[in-house]
């Protein structure tokens, strides 16, 4: 058997939080070269790195303000190269144009059916000749915009079907990145009541709009892990609790993170889909609690008079721990931000990285972040969309601890 040869140790290059020197509170990592030449980064653990916690510094949005300033449903955040935060509201079909300091500048998309507006935009997207391109998943299409909404250009979507909101990248070259799942056909016959586990495969799909060309890079398997109930008017499906699931992003340089959920273990492909460095840090998901359980199991309730024998059976399929990840974000310097489970009460909390996989830094975020919506990171500044107790959303701003 042929061991791996350490060839160095890595401390995080970037000023993320306290400089390398002398801070002794940032794990290194032992960086490993393989027989086949992959890169392996291992951390033993992150327990005792210090975190930063994100102070918000701007606020957009209101109860009762001006119509620009209520938001029905946000769907999207983008920031320009000039400062400019532009937020999509799906529920208003418009694009609200806002200046850096939050005061609102204009409304570039309005609803109908003429160029440059919108039915049911879900995302968008920045491209480094600072066209904004908005997905319509009603109209089929993406459509480029200028500075002052102007309709520049209008492709097809590169996905089909609907998502809640459009994840999507815009590499350096301004070919678009998405990811794509491809399942087997489905078997005509009824599905068996109980568990169900299936597979499908996954992709990144790009399409160069100069080409033009469409192209897919194979991320892997990925499994399904579903509940089956027979109902008196058809059938009702749902996820297991806590059940693991695939994650990946890629940066402007056409790098691609891919994990599965349960492992704190993120594999880094090239364009061709081959792996040239894997992420390791011996951590995980936090024990689920009581009331977790009990909590997701009310949910079977709604079945009345099966809620009884669901709730004996979902229960014994709990996992001991929750998925150790969450989410994989991208920022602006193609940093990763490995968002991790935490126990119930704990701010969310996320790892970052830089492309090589040196720790940069831990941050926790505020508690009352829209999970669904991953947060948007540009030139030291993060912005996410939270939720009040009304179920009020607003777009909130802050700096990125340490700067850039």
């Keep these: ?197 299936g597979a499908y495969q996954r992709f990144y799909k790009s399409f160069d709009p100069v080409a033009p060309a469409y192209d897919s890079v194979f991320l892997g398997d990925a499994a399904t892990h579903t509940y089956v109930v027979k109902m008196a008017n058809g059938w009702s499906v749902f996820g297991l609790p806590f059940a693991p699931g695939p994650l990946a992003a890629i940066d402007r340089a056409g790098r691609i993170w891919t994990a599965t959920s349960d492992a704190y273990r993120l594999a880094r492909l090239d364009g061709s889909g081959d792996t040239t460095l894997v992420l390791q840090i011996d951590e995980r998901g936090p024990i689920i609690t009581a009331e977790e359980r009990d909590g997701w199991l009310d949910g079977m309730d709604r079945f009345q008079e099966e809620s009884s024998r669901l709730k004996a059976e979902l229960g014994g399929l709990f996992p001991e721990r929750k998925p150790v990840l969450e989410q994989l974000v991208i920022d602006d310097e193609n940093r990763l931000w490995v968002r991790r489970s935490v126990s119930t009460g704990q701010l969310p909390r996320f790892d970052v990285f830089d492309s090589d996989a040196g720790y940069v830094g831990s941050v926790r975020l505020p508690a009352d972040l829209y999970v669904a919506f991953p947060p948007v990171i540009r030139d030291g500044r993060i912005y996410f969309i939270v939720r009040d107790s009304l179920d009020v959303q607003y777009v909130v701003g802050a700096a990125v601890p340490g700067g850039r």
């Design 1 to 197: 058997m042929r061991f791996p040869t350490v060839v160095s140790r890595s401390c995080a290059a970037a000023a993320f939080l306290a400089a390398c020197s002398g801070d002794t509170d940032k794990p290194s990592g032992e960086r490993v070269t393989l027989p086949d030449g992959t890169v392996l980064m291992l951390y033993r653990n992150l327990d005792s790195a210090r975190e930063d916690t994100v102070v918000t510094d701007l606020r957009i949005g209101s109860v009762d303000g001006a119509d620009a300033e209520t938001f029905g449903d946000i769907r999207g955040i983008e920031v320009g190269g000039d400062g400019r935060i532009h937020v999509l509201d799906h529920q208003a079909a418009e694009v609200r144009q806002f200046a850096a300091d939050g005061q609102y500048l204009a409304t570039l998309t309005h609803r109908g059916d003429g160029p440059a507006e919108l039915s049911r935009a879900n995302g968008m997207v920045f491209d480094t000749t600072g066209t904004l391109w908005v997905q319509d998943h009603a109209k089929r299409a993406i459509l480029g915009l200028s500075p002052d909404g102007t309709e520049l250009a209008r492709i097809a979507m590169i996905v089909p079907g609907y998502g809640y909101f459009w994840s999507v990248t815009v590499d350096d070259q301004n070919v678009f990145w998405q990811t794509w799942n491809h399942s087997p056909p489905r078997a005509a016959a009824e599905p068996e009541p109980g568990r169900q586990t």
